[in-house]
Nanobody, 123 residues
């Protein structure tokens, strides 16, 4: 059993900043890529940023230069620093991780998702 738990969402004014964090726990042998996605009301879930275990990053064009993804491999955490926030960044933000799990002699590889955290950018 693996859990991803996000924190750090909230209400912020346009131009403000928020930092989201996500911690993975459970029967984790290793974690590959980790990422942040978001879903606004009435829209499909979209990629925000990803980071490999080696630290290579990828960003959606809409957040480049404003958001920074980072991870701590020792703590199994991934963070998203969001600066210069805009109303269009309002969404539920989800973290995910590519997990290799080992329970006894059973190995599994799967993608795990967090429950989501609300980010609202409004004056």
């Amino acid at each position: 059993q693996v859990q991803l738990v996000e924190s750090g969402g909230g209400l912020v004014q346009p131009g403000g900043s928020l930092r989201l964090s996500c911690a993975a726990s459970g029967s984790i042998f290793s974690i590959g890529a980790m990422g942040w996605y978001r879903q606004a009301p009435g829209k499909q879930r979209e990629l925000v940023a990803t980071i490999t275990s080696g630290g290579s990053t990828n960003y959606a064009d809409s957040v480049k230069g404003r958001f920074t993804i980072s991870r701590d491999n020792a703590k199994n955490t991934v963070s998203l620093q969001m600066n210069s926030l805009k109303p269009e960044d309002t969404a539920v933000y989800y973290c995910n991780a590519d997990i290799v799990s080992r329970t006894g002699t059973i190995w599994e590889k799967f993608t795990s998702w967090g429950q989501g955290t609300q980010v609202t950018v409004s004056s």
